[in-house]
């Protein structure tokens, strides 16, 4: 009943819709967190590998490392989907769709990838993900017509991360 009042309200008044990601319409939109946590992820991996080399395996500092590297390791892999998922279900619109037809796969490539990265300490997977990040990133900056570049993150990993240009 109360649908219907608000649907007669609407037809009498045409209402203009809001429209957000939250419950304020900010427009505040960055692939930025997304890539800082798949590079986390990468970065944790590396720890990892690191650990084996530098610590006794079974010890107490052993072990209290290797949990806190993979407890960050799976926070940040799915962070890295959460960002993706706010853009992608807040921001991204059919025309971005049309004039990008392969986001649909990148998009869920990058949810696919960063499961797989909290299920395993590869870091190929980690890298991957980071990559189809990036694609993504270049993807979104296209979308708000943002000139990009690629630049190696000043830190470890170091690997390269796709920046918009600002001038």
Known sequence: MIYQVFKKLDQAFEFDEAQAHCDIPCGIYDPHLAQVAALTVIRMVD??????KSHQPGSLE????LARYIAVKEEHAELCK???????GDYIKQEHL??????????????????KSRQSA???TAV???HTVNQFAEIFWQTKGVATQRVKAPYKPGEEMVLPVLA
């Open 98 to 115: 049309e004039r990008f037809p392969e986001l649909h796969s990148v998009v869920h490539k990058i949810m696919q990838l960063g499961s």
């Open 122 to 124: 590869s870091r190929e």
């Open 128 to 130: 991957e993900l980071l």
């Open 47 to 52: 720890l990892m590998t690191e650990l084996d």
């Open 82 to 88: 959460r960002e993706v998922r706010v853009i992608w």
């Open 62 to 65: 052993y072990q209290n490392s």
